[in-house]
DNA sequence: CCGGTCATGGGTCGGCAGACTCATCGGATC
DNA sequence: GATCCGATGAGTCTGCCGACCCATGACCGG
């Protein structure tokens, strides 16, 4: 689980961004904060692997936060109108990461994984960026997820949406009661659970289920 | 159920608001665009009561895109620097609602149920506004997740945390598993589902569980 | 070609889940 | 004070759920 946090003074772009983050089954948002210097009070009392900071904000902008928090936590610098000025700035303060604020959030999400797994992104071109992210695309699911195989994932996504009924499944899939049962079984031996209501519970918080 | 539409040029943004309206149990965000053009043309194949457009931007901006889609869908404008000027042209393209990116994400959610019910609120004072607003912050649940007792939603809580069976439910209450059973069926029928694993889900999309 | 995995399916069985009806008690409402 | 509702609890019964064991055919990698 990487534990993010962000700081950014629009609260309305850091609040949709952390519901957009906390929504990713291995990301985490921790703090969300409105200015540069609470940065650094914030990572004290709450560490975190990523930080996403805005540079420009008000009363000391993102740049100064960045350097002062050091190697606390590693920081993605973010801006609206994304120069190559700030890019050599936020480089320059130690910043593992400059995107733009048009990018996708796939984009995002794939690149808070990467900085947390140690890569440096700042000083790479863009096909080399984007192919290093295109490795990071996919989250790293719990051990027991990991292995679910493609059938078991269907039938977490109809539990999820609320097909719950043993029959029901068999229908849609148009498979046997039995075979769903079975599959059902191995689910709850993966997923560590013991019913199909948990089992539901941890496909939403997993992601497996687009909710969409 | 209020369906809405973003458009913004910052992916970032409105990918990110858009998990956060989704995550309000009476909202479902039916589209995201970025560009001003592209609004008309997705509301005339996807309807939605209410727009939130981006005032700054590139290829003709959100005022000239609001003009056009008159009274098709009821526009909330929202901008990076909000001004007085700003919020003038806004008025005069019919927008209903003018908010800075600053605001927290409760106060939008409130504007957009407030617009939503046919309030107008670009013409009033901050202090009309907040006063108005202050009457939508709380989610119009559904009918029949409104008439959930206390005792109901605790339950839910717990069912949603996966705590699914009976005596474990029992246990945690410090009731008995008749009562629990008792209580399950009038959840059941109040939300108009057949089992505890539909409640589960049920209690998650309607925001009943907290999930931090 | 052989071993492993996956999807399919069968059988059995104990036990819990859900549906229905009813009772008591306290607090609120009128 | 009569009434209604919420919370508590009980009884009964059907049937599905979950656990355990096993079999077969397809496919894939060594």
Redesign the pocket.
């Known amino acids: 689980m990487i534990r993010v946090m962000i700081a950014d003074d629009h609260q309305l772009f850091a609040e949709g961004l952390s519901q957009a983050l906390n929504s990713l089954p291995d990301a985490r948002v921790v703090g969300v904060i409105n200015s540069g210097p609470a940065l650094e009070d914030a990572l004290r009392t709450q560490p975190a692997e990523v930080s996403i900071v805005d540079i420009e904000m008000p009363g000391g902008d993102g740049i100064a936060a960045i350097g002062s928090i050091g190697n606390r936590t590693r920081a993605i610098v973010v801006s609206m109108h994304a120069s190559d000025d700030q890019k050599e700035r936020a480089a320059g303060a130690g910043a593992k990461g400059f995107f733009s604020k048009a990018v996708p959030l796939a984009t995002l999400a794939a690149a808070v994984r990467a900085v947390a797994d140690g890569k440096n992104l700042i000083q790479l071109s863009e096909e080399e960026r984007d192919q290093v992210l295109d490795t990071y695309r996919e989250a790293q699911l719990d051990p027991g997820a990991a292995?679910l195989?493609?059938?078991?994932r269907e039938i977490l996504q109809l539990l999820a949406i609320g097909v719950?009924?043993?029959?029901e499944l068999a229908d849609r899939?148009?498979?046997?009661?039995?075979?769903v049962?079975?599959?059902?079984?191995s689910i709850?031996q993966k997923l560590a659970v013991?019913?199909?209501?948990q089992a539901a519970i941890e496909a939403i918080r997993l992601g497996i289920a687009k909710p969409s």
Do not use: C, G, M, V
């Open positions: 292995s195989t493609a059938r078991e719950s009924a043993t029959d899939l148009y498979i046997s009661q039995k075979t049962k079975n599959h059902l079984a709850f013991s019913d199909r209501t």
